[in-house]
């Protein structure tokens, strides 16, 4: 069952400070006072999390607010966006339960030893972390081999060649932008790899741009040549590609071959899954897969499995599968594993099933991209029948006892 969202919403920030005895102005005061007068919900939500405020341990470490707001409210039924609009949808099992259960989950949350080398994610929800979100870094392998490391603290500009012009990486900005001398273009391939816990967004030559997830790699040219434009990809992309009808932008997969000319749409082909997503915002591609062409307009998805006989085509809401771009992770009914890829590539950690059957259950829930990583964790504990311990950089998944 799906969590109820209300309509009337008020800021996090709102109740933080309400509870942690800060000013708020008296604009803030009337926005509270109107969401608990919406729903008695409302107030109940906020008795709760007070009493719950009131009777941390005094020996509590010092804790985050904010933290210990979000962590209240993933397990109940209301909702409360954040400061900069984005917010949380979670399904739960049974909600009353873990209603039922706040207050002493909290307590052992507070009163955690954070030294502790192994510990499950609820004992260590305020304790410093070592498994970070990624960064903007990227290593740009050029075609003599040489390699340049990049991340958004440093700002170069090299000349591969001066026969194909100067290639300009302008990383304090998290763009490298190849601007090419088209007068004597050469077949030269650049390699751009983002590792775990990394991202990175590109300009190539045509100014099309690519936004690269993490543990991602994309052979490109220097400059593209006359009739065509293509890239080779592993991984995860997501493409505005810059109009040109003279020449067809084409994305080379393990799959299959994306052909475009100007459109905006993402790519999901990691060969370690096997499997490949196509997905399309605005104009139109053609993916060719199998001896077949097929045609997707907006809102359309192709998802194609390695070894099958045809491609599946469905109607997709686009922004759940390019909202990595804008700092989110959007799953909607999505299996355990597949989840736990994809923040095994952004937190650079590796996770260990006790039991393979838990890889298959289903999580519903928007979750900052950007967030500490217990956290995250913590918020997919109480809405599935998992735990998650601990160990450095390795996470043990087991059934909830």
């Known amino acids: 069952?799906?969590?109820?969202?209300?309509?009337?919403?008020?800021?996090?920030?709102?109740?933080?400070?309400?509870?942690?005895?800060?000013?708020?102005?008296?604009?803030?005061?009337?926005?509270?006072?109107?969401?608990?007068?919406?729903?008695?919900?409302?107030?109940?939500?906020?008795?709760?999390?007070?009493?719950?405020?009131?009777?941390k341990p005094l020996n509590a470490p010092k804790i985050?607010?904010?933290h210990f707001i979000s962590e209240f409210d993933?397990?109940?039924?209301y909702y409360v966006t954040r400061s900069h609009k984005r917010h949380l949808r979670f399904t739960a099992y049974s909600?009353?339960?873990?209603?039922?259960?706040?207050?002493?989950?909290?307590?052992?949350?507070?009163?955690?030893?954070?030294?502790?080398?192994?510990r499950s994610v609820s004992d260590t929800m305020f304790s410093h972390q070592s498994i970070h979100p990624g960064s903007s870094r990227a290593?740009?392998?050029?075609?003599?081999?040489?390699?340049?490391?990049?991340?958004?603290?440093?700002?170069?500009?090299?000349t591969p060649d001066p026969n194909s012009g100067f290639l300009?990486?302008?990383?304090?900005t998290v763009t490298c932008s190849y601007l090419i001398n088209n007068t004597n273009p050469i077949n030269t391939v650049n390699t751009i790899v983002i590792p775990r816990g990394g991202e990175y967004n590109i300009t190539l030559s045509d100014g099309s741009r690519v936004w690269l997830n993490a543990n991602t790699r994309m052979h490109f040219p220097t400059s593209f040549s006359s009739d065509s434009r293509i890239v080779e990809l592993d991984g995860e992309a997501y493409f505005e590609i810059a109009k040109d009808p003279q020449r067809q932008f084409i994305v080379k997969t393990s799959i299959s071959d994306i052909k475009v000319y100007g459109t905006e749409f993402n790519v999901r082909s990691y060969t370690r899954d096997h499997s490949q997503q196509v997905t399309l915002l605005?104009?139109?591609?053609?993916?060719?897969?199998?001896?077949?062409t097929y045609m997707l307009s907006p809102g359309q998805q192709a998802r194609i499995t390695r070894g099958s006989d045809q491609m599946r085509t469905l109607d997709v809401d686009p922004d759940t599968y390019c909202s990595w771009v804008n700092g989110l992770f959007v799953f909607e009914n999505r299996p355990l594993h597949e989840i736990l890829s994809q923040l095994s590539d952004w937190y650079d950690t590796d996770f260990i099933y006790t039991d393979t059957s838990l890889r298959h259950l289903h999580f519903t829930g928007d979750l900052e991209r950007y967030s500490d990583?217990?956290?995250?964790?913590?918020?997919?504990?109480?809405?599935?029948?998992?735990?998650?311990?601990?160990?450095?950089?390795?996470?043990?998944?087991?059934?909830?006892k």
């Open 95 to 118: 909600i009353a339960a873990l209603v039922a259960g706040v207050l002493i989950t909290l307590a052992a949350y507070l009163t955690v030893n954070s030294s502790q080398d192994v």
């Open 1 to 55: 069952m799906e969590t109820k969202l209300y309509s009337n919403t008020i800021e996090w920030r709102i109740i933080a400070n309400k509870l942690n005895k800060k000013p708020i102005t008296y604009n803030e005061e009337q926005q509270l006072k109107r969401w608990l007068d919406a729903s008695p919900d409302h107030a109940e939500y906020f008795n709760r999390a007070a009493k719950a405020w009131k009777e």
């Open 64 to 66: 985050d607010i904010t």
């Open 373 to 400: 990583f217990s956290e995250i964790l913590s918020l997919i504990e109480m809405t599935t029948s998992v735990q998650f311990t601990i160990k450095g950089q390795t996470v043990k998944v087991s059934p909830r």
């Open 139 to 158: 290593c740009l392998i050029l075609p003599d081999g040489d390699t340049l490391e990049l991340n958004a603290a440093t700002n170069r500009r090299l």
């Open 168 to 172: 300009s990486i302008a990383d304090g």
């Open 282 to 292: 605005s104009g139109s591609i053609a993916v060719e897969y199998d001896d077949s």
């Open 74 to 77: 993933s397990v109940t039924e």
